[in-house]
């Protein structure tokens, strides 16, 4: 379907409380690493796809208008992709159809978010409705405590149990986080450490949860008469996924979350993917809260559901087991909203072609990229492979 | 281009302020725009929405509050900020590459729920340097059309002279938010909002959802026997900062050019039947003529004093009043679009224009001084 579309070079931010720079060079860092990375110039851009979380978060609205020149976008055609969490896979996807179509060869995508010059709690409360529900799920963390308190009821999982395997989650990724040179929170945790960090909103304790991060991902997307004139190696797109579900937090099921299962399922099958946990070597899955990456281990049919805890613990999700999770150390340690689905696509994108560095998983072929957003309601999934 | 699309149907709601609510008005087009083409949310591929959360009523993340009453629901879908003509072009894109028979495109903004423009435009402006000086867009428009007097010679009669032709216009649609027969004198002594621009010159705050569907031809020539096709389309962005610019140089007629280009388009002025474009001042409709390529730089003003543009013209603009009629700031160039749809098929009803139009040409623009473009052209 369409033209084959790969990624053919990535910029990141180093992520963090970056307050020795505005806004706008923030946006500049990243992108002036993509043309870097590629060796491309501004001129060989066809169109250019930029995206953020709301206006309430920097007090910026419609920011295309004021990156324009750190996006190197003067002169070019501009689209504007939002859909809340899940803004950076979305605007993946925006640059994969633009390519796709044939009505440019060369696109690129950028994310960006400056969330320490706002309150992002502030901002997602008012993402809620607010009539009805805003009094009660004010903030991200509300929802997500609700949904790991519906998912561990409905499968038996103890309270020791959970604990545990979130605590193991948190631990790993906080270790990961060591080897990426664009992670936000380097700390060194022990399980103690997170199992007695303050409650947030039970169940969810403060090392459970992602940081305030400043940063953004700057990704060039090729058609492949553009990718092999260029010559680099590639990260081709082998399928695209999204789906989202009712706006009123318990109108719809956030345990056996059809967003999430379809969304994976939408993009397995067009990439071919049967099994997984076998096929895929490496998924960069959406995680700022260490309960609710458990989750979409079952969601996206790494294993059964109720069952991820016990294989947590067993180590099938560490950069050394049998699908590597996270190895970059995740939302868990770096969360720029608008840019963090398409940090999650670069991260992929990387460990397809072998270049992750340090926290790259050795022979890397199929990787998974995801995003959430919404009050817990849209899904996006982008499968990448090294072979077109 | 590898797959052809078309418009099947359309469907939009008036421009003032309705009692319904967000979700019953999104609701309405939505089930209009399906019903007209004839299918169940069911067998809709996709759906692509525009809005903006700083023009949505204090709600953020404003796809998440509409998903459920716009056809979403387990779908794959998406959203544009700030041009709902993005919309209709990432509708199309997602058509072209094979992954979608048809898409909804819809733009939503409920005027009444919002602060006057004026607030949101002042939160474009950078918090250091701009917005200290109160920079909006109406100020950035009336830096432009002193500009604009001044280098060309044009006359402020000149550019009343639109908002008297599109609040004329306005008397025969029914959707419009403000209509009326004004002299070129009333318009000019309407009261003062930024110098030289008076409030008949500028555009009100108004409710717009504006729906259309988008199939691919296999499709929509089962769905319809007027399928309108979507020809051509870009988008461009210009530098941010309005004194970096020469405000009369603007990116319209690269993405115009980009436009016609796809659209096989050489000779615009003679190709073009009609344009629906977005003038939210009176003057900036002239200043696109130009920059569109009906007439030469400088000429606006002479192309209206010609009565060219008119409803009757020889390349009628704006016949449903434009933007200066009805103002739904974020879905206002997707309703461009519309219109351009209800004349190609002769379905305008007491505003259709008097000759055949074949192809047209739908414009939008929103930024300061138009700081971004987006060129849509439509044909039979």
Avoid at chain 1, 360 to 378: E, N, R, S, T, Y
Avoid at chain 2, 170 to 184: E, F, I, M, Q, T
Avoid at chain 2, 246 to 267: F, N
Wanted: proline share 4%; charged share 20%.
């Amino acid at each position: 379907m369409g033209r084959a579309v790969a990624i053919i070079g990535v910029g990141q931010t180093h992520h963090g409380r970056r307050m020795d720079v505005s806004y706008p060079d923030l946006v500049r860092e990243a992108v002036v690493r993509v043309f870097e990375d590629t060796g491309l110039s501004p001129e060989d851009i066809d169109g250019v796809v930029s995206g953020t979380m709301p206006s309430m978060m920097e007090g910026i609205a419609l920011t295309h208008f004021y990156f324009a020149e750190a996006m190197q976008a003067v002169g070019k055609p501009i689209l504007k992709t939002e859909t809340c969490g899940s803004t950076g896979v979305s605007i993946a996807h925006t640059a994969f159809y633009w390519v796709s179509s044939g009505l440019a060869d060369i696109v690129l995508a950028v994310g960006h978010e400056k969330m320490n010059e706002g309150n992002s709690q502030a901002t997602m409360t008012t993402v809620a409705e607010p009539f009805y529900q805003r009094y009660f799920i004010s903030g991200a963390p509300g929802v997500f405590s609700m949904q790991s308190q519906m998912w561990t009821a409905r499968y038996g999982i103890s309270e020791e149990k959970i604990r545990d395997a979130a605590a193991f989650v948190s631990v790993t990724h906080h270790d990961d986080a060591f080897d990426n040179p664009y992670a936000h929170v380097k700390v060194k945790v022990s399980m103690d450490d997170v199992k007695n960090a303050r409650v947030i909103t039970y169940p969810i304790r403060l090392l459970d949860v992602c940081p305030n991060s400043d940063g953004a991902c700057a990704v060039i997307f090729a058609s492949e008469e553009a990718a092999k004139r260029i010559g680099r190696k590639a990260a081709w797109v082998k399928g695209v996924g999204y789906r989202g579900e009712e706006y009123f937090f318990g109108d719809s099921d956030k345990v056996v979350w059809e967003s999430a299962i379809q969304a994976a399922r939408q993009a397995y099958d067009q990439a071919g993917i049967k099994d997984p946990r076998k096929e895929l070597d490496v998924a960069e899955v959406y995680n700022p809260f260490t309960y609710q990456e458990m989750l979409f281990y079952e969601c996206f049919g790494f294993c059964d559901f109720g069952t991820s805890p016990d294989l947590v613990l067993k180590g099938t999700f560490t950069r050394r087991g049998e699908l590597p999770c996270d190895p970059s150390g995740g939302v868990l340690c770096t969360n720029p909203i608008g840019a963090t689905g398409l940090i999650r696509v670069a991260e992929a994108a990387m460990q397809v072609t072998g270049r992750a560095g340090d926290h790259q998983i050795p022979g890397a072929k199929l990787a998974l990229a995801h995003a959430m957003g919404g009050v817990d309601q849209f899904n996006g999934i982008m499968i990448l492979g090294s072979n077109l | 281009m590898s797959r052809k699309v078309a418009i099947v149907s359309v469907a939009q709601s008036a421009g003032a302020e309705s009692k319904d609510n967000f979700f019953d008005q999104a609701y309405r087009v939505t089930k209009e725009v399906l019903d007209k083409a004839g299918i169940t949310r069911d067998e809709l591929g996709s759906v692509v929405s525009a809005s903006s959360d700083v023009y949505h009523g204090g709600i953020s993340c404003a796809n998440a509050y509409y998903w459920d009453p716009t056809g979403a629901f387990l779908k794959n879908a998406s959203r544009q900020d700030g041009e709902s003509l993005f919309a209709l072009m990432y509708g199309a894109m997602r058509i072209m590459t094979g992954h979608f028979d048809t898409v909804l495109v819809i733009g939503l903004c409920k005027g009444s729920e919002n602060p006057d423009n004026e607030t949101c435009t002042l939160m474009y402006s950078d918090p250091f340097y701009l917005r200290p000086l109160g920079l909006t867009e109406t100020m950035a428009a009336a830096f432009q059309m002193k500009q604009y007097l001044e280098r060309y010679g044009i006359e402020k009669e000149q550019c009343a002279k639109v908002a008297v032709k599109n609040l004329g216009n306005a008397l025969l649609n029914p959707y419009a938010h403000r209509r009326g027969r004004y002299s070129v004198e009333e318009v000019l002594r309407s009261d003062l909002v930024v110098d030289p621009l008076t409030a008949l010159q500028c555009a009100p705050k108004s409710e717009g959802m504006v729906a259309m569907l988008l199939a691919s031809e296999e499709k929509a020539t089962k769905m319809t026997k007027k399928p309108v096709w979507i020809k051509g389309f870009a988008s461009a962005l210009d530098a941010y900062m309005i004194g970096d610019r020469d405000l009369l140089d603007s990116r319209l007629p690269a993405a115009a050019k980009k436009a016609y280009d796809m659209a096989g388009i050489k000779d615009p002025a003679r190709e073009i039947d009609l344009a629906e474009i977005t003038e939210p001042y009176a003057f900036q409709e002239l200043l696109w003529y130009e920059n569109l390529g009906f007439c030469g730089e400088g000429e606006g003003g002479k192309l209206i004093d010609r009565g060219f543009t008119d409803r009757d013209g020889e390349l009628p603009v704006n016949p449903s009043g434009g933007v200066l009629a009805n103002n739904p700031y974020v879905s206002r160039g997707l309703q461009r679009a519309v219109e351009a749809f209800l004349q190609i098929r002769g379905e305008a009803g007491e505003h259709q224009v008097p000759k055949q139009v074949k192809t047209a040409l739908a414009h939008g623009v929103h930024g300061f001084a138009g700081q971004c473009h987006a060129v849509a052209i439509l044909g039979s």
